[in-house]
């Protein structure tokens, strides 16, 4: 790889770099390399940065962590997405605090004509799954090419994903870590998934940088950032859903919940959006639709039955083991049905798609 990518990652790795300090530091700088060429004191007249920013050492490490994360790209064939770039995502690049590099595995252009954040809370419930399901599919067949964001966590984040899959349209997982890592680890075949079928697993973060808590809320404001609308699909009172809303309406992005009965709490954050008037209320994809003024036609929706089909004998066969035994783990159902684990997953995926079962932490299952 050429060395113009290894000193741009090393600059975007800067502590505190962003695309407003990189602009104004390539200003005075004549390109990314500069910055690492210079001595100290020119660099600090110049610029007028911090001594740390600064420091011959500091500088030397990240440019070693640059050669360390080349090969990773490499090896993984990882495509990286710099500012300056014509692949870099333009909504993204029009809010005062996007990254300066974006790393992806797929091939989903990020750059489509109508692209949707779909978020909520992770304790789904089965109206949320399959109202999310409904949108993903009414809005994916009203817009070609639409693409669906999300941030791969459980509940609705993952809902949205496996709709969009299910539906055939490319949708973005938006992680708070390196692509070195899936987590929850649970979705990892969600994400190979996306992946294959023409969406995209995306981050700011390298393969070398610690997971922190603090991630995920700092992931959110890419998943906003992305999308040209962000829909709340079910959220309590406070959470990551909220966070997402807030940035994408600092982003001057429409925002969108689904209301719920008062007195559930994964709804009330949805009223609290729609009450004080931080959020459109939206119940189908038409109502998007109206709120956006994109042209195209919403079929009409099925049956309300329809929403949750018959199931066939395998997962009814499942569905009858956990209501009378309740939670139980992969390996105890796939033993119990004698089914391989790769097929069985299938099912599950599926089920849990629907909103017939809840996936757990640990490879675990539950009825709803």
């Not at 750059?111 to 809370?121: F, K, L, M, P, Q």
């Not at 709709?163 to 890592?181: C, D, I, W, Y």
């Not at 009965?261 to 109206?290: H, P, W, Y």
Request: proline share 4%; aromatic share 6%; glycine share 8%.
């Amino acid at each position: 790889m050429s060395d113009t990518l290894l000193y741009r990652i090393a600059f975007a790795s800067v502590r505190g770099m962003g695309v407003d300090l990189a602009r104004k530091m390539l200003d005075v700088l004549p390109d990314e390399r500069a910055y690492f060429d210079m001595s100290e004191q020119e660099l600090r007249r110049l610029t007028g940065s911090t001594a740390r920013m600064c420091g011959t050492a500091y500088r030397r490490s990240l440019l070693e962590r640059a050669e360390r994360e080349l090969q990773f790209i490499a090896d993984k064939n990882v495509h990286v997405s710099y500012f300056t770039d014509p692949t870099f995502p333009r909504r993204l690049l029009e809010t005062p605090d996007a990254p300066v590099v974006l790393y992806r595995s797929g091939e989903c252009d990020l750059n489509a004509a109508h692209v949707v954040s779909i978020v909520g809370t992770r304790h789904a419930t089965p109206y949320g799954i399959g109202l999310c399901n409904e949108l993903v599919r009414d809005l994916g067949a009203a817009l070609p090419g639409l693409v669906v964001v999300s941030g791969l966590a459980y509940g609705i984040d993952i809902a949205a994903h496996r709709a969009a899959v299910k539906h055939q349209m490319p949708t973005v997982a938006v992680l708070a870590q390196g692509l070195n890592k899936i987590y929850p680890a649970l979705h990892r075949r969600d994400a190979v998934e996306i992946v294959r079928l023409g969406g995209a697993v995306v981050t700011d973060y390298t393969s070398q940088d610690e997971i922190h808590k603090g991630n995920f809320l700092a992931r959110n404001r890419i998943i906003a950032a992305l999308s040209d609308c962000t829909i709340v699909v079910e959220s309590a009172p406070t959470g990551g859903a909220l966070v997402t809303a807030s940035l994408a309406q600092s982003y001057n992005r429409d925002v969108m919940a689904v209301p719920g009965r008062v007195n559930d709490e994964f709804s009330r954050g949805c009223n609290k959006l729609i009450g004080s008037n931080r959020a459109q209320s939206i119940t189908c994809a038409s109502d998007v639709m109206d709120t956006m003024r994109w042209e195209g036609t919403v079929a009409a929706a099925p049956p309300q039955g329809e929403i949750f089909p018959a199931l066939n004998a395998q997962e009814q066969a499942v569905a009858n083991l956990l209501r009378q035994h309740g939670e139980q783990h992969i390996n105890q159902l796939a033993d119990a049905l004698s089914l391989p684990v790769y097929r069985l997953m299938s099912v599950l995926v599926d089920l849990d798609c629907r909103g017939v079962i809840v996936t757990r932490p640990g490879c675990r299952y539950a009825m709803r």
